[in-house]
């Protein structure tokens, strides 16, 4: 049976780190994340994928409940009161989604 050249070590870390039981830097959500998107699935590559994620759901959650807020006011009215309404929660659900992703990673 062939052997496979170890590459700067690679298998000996990794067969380290299998015995030690410790993950691999770069696991889990971070390179499911990057791996969706087609970043770079290395420590550094994960966490700017990650980043632009969350934060392009904080941005969608504060843009539609704007939106939201606007269509409200124009269909009746009121301006500004529900779009300073729709702001304000859309800003405070975009951080609640960013904190809850935080944490589940």
Known sequence: MARFRDRDGEL???EAALRNGRPQPG?????DIAQS???PTGRRGARPALALLLTTGAAAAFL?????????DWWRG???W??????TVGILFG?????ASLRRS
């Open 78 to 80: 009121t301006s500004p």
């Open 12 to 14: 000996s870390a990794l």
């Open 37 to 39: 998107v087609g970043a």
């Open 95 to 99: 951080f609640y989604n960013l904190v």
């Open 82 to 87: 529900f779009l300073l309404v729709g702001l």
């Open 64 to 72: 539609s409940f704007g939106g939201v807020g606007y269509a409200v």
């Open 27 to 31: 696991a889990g959500l971070e390179r």
